[in-house]
């Protein structure tokens, strides 16, 4: 079963660019959760976990059945990725300004091993002002964040754009229509999945809003 976790990933196209947000803290029966959210189609998983430490995510990601790794974005301890096939890593505001012009080189050591790298902002403009290129761009908050009351959203606009942006920050299967016709790629959320009564539900109606609004 070793050998499992040893192969590096193949990248697959995807046409569902949902994006769920591991909860900071663990939740009961959290990774049960987490497959039955895998069989309704998720296929961006950002593994978050402030304070977990390097052994807490080698156990967390252990406990996901390796067929669904390769939808897991780790945001942490990015060297795990060499012993566990996960899909990517991404990189947090914090961490792409320390790296500042070691960024391009960090970045081509994951991709140049067929990962992909994803990374995070707050403001638009220093997205827009970003050179190195990143599979997808996490931008918020779009929209009042439902993890973080009193987190107002900022509505931005990014159809001028032409980089694939992700929206977070607010995104329910109601605000998932007028996310994308701010110009975004894609939507991520937290608390709009694990606040609600049934979060796999939460998630299919997402995942239906978006494709709904996103059918040519």
Sequence with gaps: ??????????????????????PEKNLTSEIGMLHDLF?????????????????????????????H????MIHSHHHI?????????????RVWREKEHGLSS?????????????????????????????DYYMLSPVFGAISKPGYKGRG???SHSTKPIVGMGGITAKTTPAALALGFTGVGTLGGIWNAVDPVKAFTEIQEAYLKNTAS
Excluded: C, T, W
């Design 156 to 158: 931005f606009d990014v």
């Design 1 to 22: 079963m070793s050998s499992l976790y040893i192969d590096i990933p193949i990248i697959q196209k995807v046409d569902r660019m949902v994006i769920l947000i591991s």
């Design 69 to 72: 790794l390769k939808h897991v």
């Design 81 to 93: 990725s060499e012993k566990i096939p996960v899909k990517g890593i991404h990189l947090e505001e």
């Design 106 to 134: 960090y970045v081509d050591q994951f991709r140049n091993k067929g990962f992909n790298v994803s990374s995070s902002y707050h403001e638009l403009h220093d997205l827009e002002r970003q050179v190195v290129a990143f």
């Design 39 to 67: 069989d309704a189609g998720l296929q961006f998983y950002h593994l978050r976990k402030p304070d977990f430490n390097e052994k807490q995510y080698h156990d967390y990601l252990r406990q996901i059945a390796p067929e």
